[in-house]
């Protein structure tokens, strides 16, 4: 067990580039979050995938944001056109899903973004 | 939809002192309860959580937490801290079944001076 780790740690981009971060959970976990952290406040959901299947998103995902599972292993979280609103600690968690430790979530370094 | 409300941004205690870390919720639903640590530059550590039983919760670190239902309210303690519990500390709720994404709080400042 490994932990979950996210790459980069650190992406400066100028505003209208695209990005992408990775997160490769726990192995055997099937279910893998997204959040984002901006300064002083805390975590907010983005996504969520069981498997391949990305299950929920949320009003802040938007269209200018796509995350995939292909294989139901890693995660990628890919921002198009980014604007500085985007700046954040982009955070990804992950968990098993049907078992007595279906709540608990661990979650990785995060990849802090900043768009200049 | 479910609200978390950490009434203090910053707490600064003295070492070996004790601590309470205030933490509220709002939920028309069940809800687990979790307290996460953050230190600089790093993901959430989960210090403790709450599930259903004993509304007393002992975690990691020495730390604590007692759910109380009728003030829907999750507040973290620990009798005596160290230098090294200066962090950032989160409450955050799930509703059980269904996506169970964390719902969290704005944090709270623990600064621990010697």
């Known amino acids: 067990d490994t932990g979950v780790s996210q790459n980069p740690r650190h992406k400066i981009t100028k505003r209208g580039q695209n990005v992408t971060f990775r997160c490769d959970p726990i192995?055997?976990?099937?279910?893998l979050y997204w959040y984002r952290q901006t300064l002083g406040q805390g975590p907010e959901f983005l996504t969520y995938f069981q498997n391949e299947a990305q299950l929920e998103k949320s009003r802040l995902l938007s269209d200018r944001f796509s995350a995939e599972r292909p294989k139901g292993s890693f995660s990628t979280l890919e921002i198009q056109r980014t604007e500085q609103g985007d700046s954040a600690m982009y955070l990804c968690?992950?968990?098993?899903?049907?078992?007595?430790?279906?709540?608990?979530?661990?979650f990785g370094p995060g990849t802090r973004l900043t768009v200049t | 939809a479910q609200s978390v409300t950490q009434l203090d941004s910053q707490v600064p205690v003295f070492e070996e002192a004790p601590v309470e870390l205030r933490c509220n919720y709002s939920s028309s639903v069940s809800v687990y309860l979790f307290w996460y640590v953050q230190y600089p530059n790093q993901g959430l550590q989960l210090l403790l959580k709450?599930?259903?039983?004993?509304?007393l919760v002992k975690g990691i670190n020495g730390f604590e937490a007692e759910f109380n239902k009728s003030q829907t309210s999750f507040h973290l303690r620990k009798p005596s801290v160290h230098i090294s519990d200066t962090a950032e500390y989160f409450c955050?709720?799930?509703?059980?079944?269904?996506?169970?994404?964390?719902?969290f709080g704005k944090g709270t400042k623990l600064t621990v001076n010697p």
């Open positions: 192995s055997e976990h099937n279910r």
């Open positions: 968690a992950s968990s098993i899903w049907g078992t007595d430790k279906t709540v608990e979530q661990y």
């Open positions: 955050a709720v799930s509703v059980r079944g269904g996506s169970e994404k964390l719902v």
């Open positions: 709450y599930l259903s039983g004993s509304t």
